[in-house]
């Protein structure tokens, strides 16, 4: 069975600064992992996945995360944020059985 | 990536009543999937609809409470029975587009709030 842990609930970054959200993960596979966007009364956008081709997977938005299968993790990454960044993130991972088990969330918070 | 809408967006409800949730996509998928979102929290998978078989469910989640239908592959109800206040949440219905890729993409989600 799969599980995610993000580190992290809430994170505050200024405007311009890197945003780092910290994900590892469980697999007992070589796991897909993704990571999802959740702005304010949305649905789950996917950001970027990662499905065991180039271990730096970059995304939408500026996003980019690395797979680090030593450290079992799946950080995501943007080198300088923007208000529209404001939303909650989600890791998630699969055994590549269909089925994704989703992290606690974090939420961003962008101050100008 | 592909349109997937649900009806209703939101809706507030008297307990003890039934609300069904549609999902729609705009392409033909073998796999789509029910969440639910409750306040605060991440998303829990509900079950696992496929078209022309029985919607497979998760643990702690029963057909009696959470009836699916998948008459089609671009539908899919979801029936959230006899109600309570602890059902407030948000349900999302999401889509696998290529198959075996376990990457899924969501629908904007219905917003459940029972009184």
């Known amino acids: 069975a799969q599980s995610v842990t993000q580190l992290g609930s809430h994170v505050s970054v200024s405007e311009g600064a890197l945003v780092l959200l910290r994900c590892n993960y469980s697999?007992?596979?070589?796991?897909?992992l993704f990571w999802y966007v959740q702005y304010p009364n949305q649905g789950l956008q996917l950001l970027l996945k990662?499905?065991?081709?180039?271990?730096l997977v970059k995304g939408i938005n500026g996003f980019e995360a690395e797979f680090k299968k030593s450290e079992t993790s799946f950080h995501l990454t943007k080198p300088s944020a923007h208000m529209s960044d404001a939303a909650e993130y989600f890791c998630?991972?699969?055994?590549?059985?269909?089925?994704?088990?989703f992290g606690a969330g974090t939420t961003v918070t962008v101050r100008a | 990536s592909a349109v997937i809408s649900q009806k209703p967006s939101r809706d507030i409800c008297q307990r003890g009543t039934s609300l069904t949730i549609q999902c729609q996509v705009d392409?033909?998928?073998?796999?789509m999937f029910w969440y639910r979102q409750q306040p605060g929290q991440s998303l829990t998978l509900i079950a696992t609809?496929?078209?022309?078989?029985?919607?497979?469910?998760e643990s702690g989640f029963v057909i009696d409470k959470f009836p699916i239908s998948r008459p089609n592959l671009t539908f899919s109800t979801l029936t959230v029975s006899n109600m309570s206040p602890e059902d407030s949440s948000i349900y999302l219905c999401?889509?696998?587009?290529?198959?075996?890729?376990?990457?899924?993409?969501f629908g904007p989600g219905t917003r459940l709030t029972v009184l």
């Open positions: 999401s889509v696998e587009l290529q198959p075996n890729t376990d990457t899924q993409y």
């Open positions: 697999s007992s596979v070589p796991p897909y």
């Open positions: 990662y499905t065991s081709a180039a271990t």
């Open positions: 998630a991972v699969s055994d590549r059985d269909y089925k994704l088990s």
């Open positions: 392409s033909q998928v073998t796999m």
């Open positions: 609809a496929n078209q022309g078989s029985e919607a497979t469910y």
